[in-house]
């Protein structure tokens, strides 16, 4: 498989998890807060290469890819560099690539997991649960496996694609650079049979 298959294939996983994830957080009435790019901000926002490639072939197809290596080799930003802030501290912004964004991007907010006793759990991000509390615990009780997106089955269905670039996470902006690195070596390779 190449790798625009391999990006049609996981931009097709994205597509489906956006909709599980929306469906669910519609559904539930918990979803981000309009405008909040707090998470967006937080220099902790870890993604793996794999998840990055749909953002650094769209680089490649737009000749960016340059610009982004020099971007990325000459920030200080420990943030997500995509992260576009319309407020002083960050804490109010947008995504630049929202349709390339990587999983955890898509699965923040409200998800389930299995907690230490393998019992359901719903994740719910701090803002969320202070804005909603009484919604927060109503939807805690009604959690199930069948009704809540659980992580781990979304990066399990990524884990399928590729394994190996799927275990190594890394800062979000260092998984993008890695990712250009392989999209330029596809190019190569398509320009140099």
Request: proline share 5%; net charge negative.
């Amino acid at each position: 498989m190449n790798i625009r298959e391999f990006c049609e294939n996981l931009q097709n996983i994205y597509d489906e998890m956006w909709r599980t994830f929306s469906e669910y957080q519609k559904g539930t009435g918990l979803h981000c807060l309009e405008g909040c790019g707090k998470c967006c901000n937080n220099p902790e926002v870890e993604a793996s290469v794999i998840e990055m490639l749909p953002l650094a072939l769209r680089m490649y197809d737009e000749g960016k890819l340059e610009f982004w290596f020099e971007q990325l080799e000459s920030t200080t930003q420990d943030h997500c560099l995509m992260y576009q802030p319309h407020s002083p501290d960050g804490s109010l912004g947008q995504c630049g690539v929202y349709k390339e964004r990587p999983s955890l991007c898509r699965m923040f907010g409200v998800s389930g997991f299995y907690n230490k006793h393998r019992e359901i759990t719903l994740s719910v991000c701090k803002l969320i649960r202070e804005k909603y509390p009484e919604l927060t615990q109503e939807n805690e009780k009604l959690v199930t496996e069948e009704k809540t997106p659980m992580l781990v089955t979304w990066s399990y269905r990524l884990a399928q694609l590729d394994p190996a670039l799927i275990q190594d996470r890394m800062p979000i902006n260092e998984a993008f650079k890695k990712a250009l690195e392989k999209v330029a070596l596809y190019a190569q390779y398509q320009e140099n049979p």
